[in-house]
């Protein structure tokens, strides 16, 4: 029998370590995978068995010696037991492209990655052209799964086309938006994934140096990755005339320093050459004048993630996936106030309420759903009437909502949307680069005039002089930030205007 | 507040190594910090000087991150995620009472010089909130008690140490 605890950061902040301990005293050196993101599970207990592979979940250590003693009889008889693995539903109703892998095996094994399709992607791209791969990519219909959703092919075309000595291929890992943990569950539980997709993205538009620009609240996927790229280097899939093709590429990863901006790609760029996060105007665009001054693609962890399997299995196979003009898979992020929060891996055009009801099972507190909000901090608050959207990014843009990341955050019937909408404004004040002075001053203005609504001050014009607020911070930022701030207050005040009155939560 | 002898010399092994990386100011001030705990005022000439920088952008980065401190912090890091998923599962009440516990506020050290406490928002941990970190470490559904525990946990730990 062989037994695995995750080594990811849900499940060590749960006690997976004292877990490890445990099955080492009674004499089982466990090997330690990344997390199947079936969080809820967490701590969970794989063991290989003649019968499958099994799981036991959430275990403790002072329930290893009863585990141990339920292997030698009847497994299914412990409180604990969760059946095959692959049986659970959770798990076996997901389409899972990207995180295929994840939770099978050592992260940062080579040989377990290559045994699972590793690398295969990547040996293709090897064969082809530059502009071979860019077709491929575009085929597939990938768009970018930072928030954006711009179309992948499209901006490695820009960059392909590009004439330049230099070029950069930036991985952007500073995933900061409240509710969403899909890039780090890639980084710890399957990093040569995001290594092999980031290589491929080399190789297609030219560039001959990547980096991975991750934040420093990550310090479990920063110490994984840095492992798995060592380990790359030493087997040749990165560094100089890879597998004997004479093509070259360097990867580093660089820590971000706890500024949620810098997860704006231009932010980002501005922090990687060494300065203050402040966001660039677009035009130049970072695929013609990015990183030091170079045509650059910057790409979220899935979107790079999502390369390698494209390569590998075809961009048709990825295309079928989807709805409309969403394609693939999207990473849902399931959190907040929920009874099963993790990782569900979908294609685009699930609803909100399927997402939340059949895989959440509801709130963690047993409490009614009031709120979700959708694609973090800069997502609008959805009240029930909402929840039947499906899971596409036209869809919710339509509603003036968006996925952004794909995190979903549950809030239930005790939730105060005035204090949230408040929130969403005080973020912003924190987390601003200044650059704009809609969203520098506008957002500090936003607390100020929510603080007077909700004390009865002057209601009526605070109320208009907040929506006025909102349009000059819509119109008048250069990003997201200051851009879509207004998103979560306007639908709080939409949707839950009754909690605007100073009586606390309202009826609403 | 000076710096020793030692400090210094380390400041400027530091900027040596890492003056030819492209981009390299963030990585420094990451280094110059993990080694010192923070990045002193006398480190700006140093470092300005050896990266070609003016001091006032070498200021201007390092008070840019909320990563850096620029005077000494406690002997351990306490962050408590104050963003939505954690405020969902009850932050804002855990903010309350471990601000009360400790006796400080956001960026405030306690007397003892044990523990400095931050705000984070979002440690990537939000499907088993609320989630703190200390140090390095990052511990899900932290509620009150667990919270105490965690932070008895610290002193027996710096008492074993002595």
Sequence with gaps: ?508 | MGISQNEQQSITDLVGQYQALPGGLLPLLHAIQGDIGYVPDSAVPIIAKGLNLSRAEVHGVISFYHDFKTSPVGRHSVQVCRAEACQSMGSRQLEAHVKQTLGIDYGETTADGAVTLEPVYCLGNCACSPSIRIDDAIYARVDTDRFDDLISGLSSEEGAAK
């Design chain 1, 1 to 508: 029998m062989i037994f695995y605890i995750p080594q990811d950061t849900t499940a060590l902040a749960l006690g997976s370590e004292s877990v490890a301990r445990a099955l080492q005293t009674a004499g089982i050196e466990p090997g330690r995978n990344g997390s199947r993101g079936l969080f809820w599970l967490e701590p969970l207990l794989e063991v290989e068995t003649d019968q499958g592979r099994i799981g036991f979940g959430p275990v403790t250590a002072k329930d290893i010696p009863s585990i141990i003693d339920a292997l030698q009889a009847d497994p299914s008889s412990h409180e604990l037991y969760q059946g095959e693995m692959a049986e659970i539903p959770y798990l076996k109703s997901q389409q899972r492209l990207t995180y295929a892998r994840a939770g099978l095996g050592d992260p940062v094994c080579l040989d377990n990655y290559q045994s699972l399709n590793g690398f295969n992607g990547l040996k293709k791209a090897l064969q082809m052209t530059g502009q071979q791969i860019v077709d491929q990519v575009k085929d597939s219909g990938l768009r970018g799964r930072g928030g954006a959703a711009f179309p992948a092919g499209i901006k490695w075309q820009t960059v392909l086309n590009c004439d330049s000595d230099q070029k950069y291929i930036v991985c952007n890992a500073d995933e900061g938006d409240s509710g969403t943990f899909a890039d780090r569950l890639v980084m710890e539980a399957d990093p040569y994934q995001l290594i092999e997709g980031m290589i491929i993205a080399g190789l297609a538009v030219g560039a001959n140096q990547g980096y991975i620009y991750l934040r420093s609240e990550y310090p479990v996927a920063h110490k994984l990755l840095n492992i798995a790229i060592e380990r790359a280097i030493q087997v040749n899939f990165l560094g100089e005339n890879i597998q004997g093709s004479g093509k070259t590429f360097h990867l580093e990863v660089r820590l971000g320093a706890g500024a949620y901006i810098c997860g704006e790609e231009t932010s980002l760029l501005e922090s990687l050459e060494g300065k203050r996060g402040m966001v660039r105007a677009k035009p130049p665009l970072p695929a013609i004048e990015g990183l030091f001054g170079k045509p650059t693609v910057v790409n979220n962890v899935l979107t790079l993630a999502a390369i390698s399997s494209i390569l590998d299995q075809g961009a048709d196979h990825y295309q079928n996936f989807g709805m409309g003009r969403s394609r693939g898979t999207l990473a849902i992020q399931l959190a907040g106030n929920i009874k099963r929060g993790g990782l569900i891996e979908l294609a685009f055009g699930v609803t909100l309420r399927e997402v939340v009801e059949e895989y959440g099972q509801g709130t963690y507190s047993g409490r009614p759903i009031r709120a979700i909000q959708v694609g973090g901090p800069l997502g609008a608050f959805l009240p029930e009437s909402q929840w039947d959207t499906p899971m596409d990014y036209e869809a919710f843009a339509a509603i003036k909502a968006m996925i952004g990341h794909g995190g979903i955050v549950v809030f239930d019937d005790t939730a105060d949307m005035a204090a949230q909408a408040r929130f969403a404004m005080e973020f912003c004040v924190v987390e601003s680069c200044g650059k704009c002075t809609p969203c520098r001053i506008g957002s500090v203005r936003g607390v100020e005039v929510i603080d007077r609504i909700v004390a009865n001050e002057n209601r009526e014009n605070n109320l208009i002089l907040l929506h006025e607020l909102c349009d000059t911070m819509e119109m008048g930022s250069l990003c997201a930030m200051g851009g879509m701030t207004p998103f979560p207050v306007r639908s709080a005040l939409a949707h839950f205007s009754s909690d605007f009155t100073g009586q606390g939560r309202g009826d609403n």
